[in-house]
T-cell receptor, first 114, second 110 residues
Framework: GAVVSQHPSWVICKSGTSVKIECRSL??????MFWYRQFPKQSLMLMAT?????????EQGVEKDKFLINHASLTLSTLTVTSAHPEDSSFYIC??????????FGPGTRLTVT | AQRVTQPEKLLSVFKGAPVELKCNYS??????LFWYVQYSRQRLQLLLR??SRESIKGFTADLNKGETSFHLKKPFAQEEDSAMYYC????????????FGQGTRLTINP
């Protein structure tokens, strides 16, 4: 089946620094990748949708300059949290779709900003 | 506005008992609904979708457009069914995307 990986699985960083999270589709080409954020005991909230080679589409209320998304190839998308603050601490999950639109989810990345 | 509502955050039943996880949606377009499951320490995975009309792991879900519902059912719960269940609506707003409900944590007691 289709597999999506994320790296790192968890990261701790200091306030003010930037953190990059990678999302890879391992055995298929992902035309579209999605980035979600999940707070403890809450549902997944879509942050942005990215298509290979084009700018990401951000959901309302998500700061584009804070959450930089790059989808440079059909197997890799990155989310960079710039100038991270404690309120950015969360679980970040990516998903990817191929030719069919079924989304395959990554295992998630837990970000803790101290 | 499009919305998915799962009214129960927690649901606990005994092994062998029937299970029903409720999901209601609000969407002006033609709905396409899914159930996703997240077992402990595992990633989110698709359980079933309404267009398939299939039974997965004994679970079924029927789309009721009149009641705008897509409840997930299983006649006899098993302990391995304990997990977090999310109902999701596929919407088309420029591009396709999923809107998730809040999730229901199902616990099957032995």
């Amino acid at each position: 089946g289709a597999v999506v990986s994320q790296h790192p699985s968890w990261v701790i960083c200091k306030s003010g620094t930037s953190v990059k999270i990678e999302c890879r589709s391992l055995d298929f080409q992902a035309t579209t990748m999605f980035w979600y954020r999940q707070f403890p005991k809450q549902s997944l909230m879509l942050m942005a949708t990215s298509n290979e080679g084009s700018k990401a589409t951000y959901e309302q209320g998500v700061e584009k300059d804070k959450f930089l998304i790059n989808h440079a190839s059909l197997t890799l998308s990155t989310l960079t949290v710039t100038s991270a603050h404690p309120e950015d601490s969360s679980f970040y999950i990516c998903s990817a779709t191929g030719l069919a639109y079924e989304q395959y989810f990554g295992p998630g990345t837990r970000l803790t900003v101290t | 506005a499009q919305r998915v509502t799962q009214p129960e955050k927690l649901l606990s039943v005994f092994k062998g008992a029937p299970v029903e996880l409720k999901c209601n949606y609000s969407y002006s377009g033609s709905p396409e609904l899914f159930w996703y499951v997240q077992y402990s320490r595992q990633r989110l995975q698709l359980l079933l979708r309404h267009i398939s009309r299939e039974s997965i792991k004994g679970f079924t879900a029927d789309l009721n457009k009149g009641e705008t519902s897509f409840h997930l059912k299983k006649p006899f719960a098993q302990e391995e069914d304990s997990a977090m269940y999310y109902c999701a609506l596929n919407i088309i707003q420029g591009a396709q995307k999923l809107v998730f409900g809040q999730g229901t944590r199902l616990t099957i007691n032995p």
